[in-house]
């Protein structure tokens, strides 16, 4: 085990965050702490922007510099000394280091950076993504996959990790996992935060919920291992009786089968994707890198939340400084973007402040308070206005990216939708938590109105559900009056708060997955139209029910059950403070149990190629495939990004299958291929895609003329000829007369190739 590097790791965060410190006081100056759980978050995206935008000149230390230098100029200059609260920095810091220490424990025991046999994901996407962000003087990156292009996909989270890196001189087969962990613990750390400083607002109990909160993000899972272990419990004539099916694999399920990859595919066609699960997968994927900053942009509302309106300078500033952060969102997981915005929309449309207290003094007066209908859509027309003003101006900071990087894909609608089970199975833990809140303040909502207009309204939300879950709408019929309770009461200005705001930012996204899709031409009328929308939503959404869970447990465990109606007054404190301790408990421990079967699982074993615990990424290779280690090695000690071939398309099989191979030796180094993995069919179509696979054929089995004229075009300066290569193809390639070889051990031999 690499103590050393776990060492200057965790102290290069913590360093950065007491550098960024002065500036979370001044930016988060209400919190309770102030800000100290969010001076992690605040280092790193101001190093990742400055990054970015200095790295368009020149990558490497020169973007690292302006990066530190930015943050300590503005922590001197902005930051507030008086507010800093280095007591509280130390309670975020044993937070940070206990969450960063298990996670270094659970990737040490399953380090790989592999596709399958080894491992499931895209650790080749986001370790190639590093790798030649890491070989590049400027950005944007040389796509490993697609040579002599840039990069059309979001690298932002990898931009920052190889800054990192270079931070701390680490060998990225080693800053991988690294990294990994510190993102992990950042998020854990920003829940941590956010949920008690709302927690303490209300006057609950801060440690706890902050607790619970860190928990919901950082080890909860969602409800299918309880009903694994209820159906393993349970005599099997009962769970039959419940509906489950006699051949149902639940009812041959036993804690040592346990497998965690089981509960992130509950509804159909879809990927369910919650924190724990993503970081026990390891990949270091662009929707787990962001989860920090999305916390990031929710805490700036929650400042602007907390701001009163007479100090509209104040407010206006934190929408600024919400931009960039956006901007960031964008070029490292741009399904972040648009949610930046959506938290933007609800802060200001239900914060105690008027929005148009926003617009300058003359415009401001045209906006006037109206009543009814008309104040509703005056706040929302105007709160709009903010989050697309935030948008704007986040989407300009980072400019380069829409011109450069990102790709385009077409929105579809109505596509196959979510039955009331799976639903629940993934979002009942939270809902265990969420109805009770609001039924008591919707209970109150309806007792100040006369007792028919209650039940006709009641009424008409029943049969709203009833009717769309017949329709097939069952999520519209689930979330749907938990969205209208919410709303309502949020705008009648009950004890609610802002954790109301992330409840609702959750359901929003919930939903909006049942009628819009980003369209995956690939996946056309294989049931599997969605499973990239609800993969990517999904993540946000835990991430945002994680902190109100937090404050809503606290606030149920702590305090009578919400609400005030006459139906409960009866009941003493006492007792209602008990309910709400066992609906805590229960939430908690259905839905630790995922994390408790899990990690344990996860630790058993010694990780490939190493006698004990490992960080190193690529440890498995000479145990695995010695074959072609040296291979990739000596390429990986190649200068810049020379070109080279390999097999395509690569897929998620190392072993070639259907002539797949992996497309390893451009993944683990850096060094672009001309055709790599089969997903740059997503990122540019299918046409340029299918052009280059016919290339890629023709350099290896084509004549001796159009071999010479693809290798030219494509500036090739090495031919990978492996395992992949001789299974894919009928070799004609080593018989060019203008190769010889450069490299040869074991099963393979890179040929030098001598342009004209």
Partial sequence: MEYGLVVLWLATYLVLGALA???????????????????????????AVLGYLVGHLAFGVPALIAGVAVLGGSSLRFGDPDRTEWRSYAEVAVVFTLAFSLMISIRAASPAIAPLPIAAGEKFLDYGLLR??????ALPPEDMWFAGESVQYYYGGQLLTALLTILTGTAPRFAYNLALSGFYAALVTAAYGLTGAIAADHGAPRRLAAVIGAFFVGLAGNLYTAVQVAAWLLPSSVVTALGVAPDSELLAWTPSSFFYWDSSRIIDGTINEFPLFAWLNGDLHAH???????????ALCYSYWQTPETDTGRRRALLLLTAPVAGFLAIANTWDFPVAGGLVFLTVAFAPADPATLLPTRLATRFSTRSGVHEELRRDGLSLLGAVFVLVVGGLSVAPFWLSSASTRSIGFLPPRSDLGPLLIVHGGFLLLFVPYLTGRIVDEFEDRSSSWAVATAAAVAVGAIAAWTAGFAALALFGPILLAAWLCLRNRTDLGFETVLLLGGLGLALVVEFVYVVEP???????ERLNTVFKVYSQLWVLWSPAAGVIA??????????????????????????????????VVFTGLYAGLAIPAQVGDDPIGSDGATLDGEAYLDARYAGEAAAIAWIDD????????????GGYQWVPEDGEGASAPASLTGVPTVLGW???????GSEPYEDRLADVRTIYEGNVERQSALLDRYDVEYIYVGPAERASYELSVEDHPRLTPAFEDGDVIVYAYEAT
């Avoid at 787990?288 to 929710?298: D, H």
């Avoid at 702590?558 to 301790?581: H, K, N, Y």
């Fill in 554 to 587: 606290a606030r149920l465990a702590a305090d009578r059950l919400p609400g005030s109606a006459s139906a409960v007054r009866s009941i003493d404190a006492t007792r209602w403070r008990s309910i709400g301790t066992v609906i805590v408990a229960i939430a």
């Fill in 288 to 298: 787990m890198l962001t989860t920090p900053f999305t916390l990031l942009i929710a």
């Fill in 678 to 684: 089969f997903h740059e069919a997503q990122y540019r």
């Fill in 132 to 137: 030649t962000i890491l070989r590049s003087a």
């Fill in 21 to 47: 410190l002065p500036l979370s006081a001044t930016i988060f100056r209400q919190f309770r702490g102030a800000g100290s759980a969010f001076a992690i978050p605040v280092a790193l995206v101001t190093i």
């Fill in 638 to 649: 190649r200068d810049g990004q020379p070109t080279i071939v390999t097999a395509a398309p």
């Fill in 522 to 528: 690939q996946q056309r009328g294989t049931g599997l």
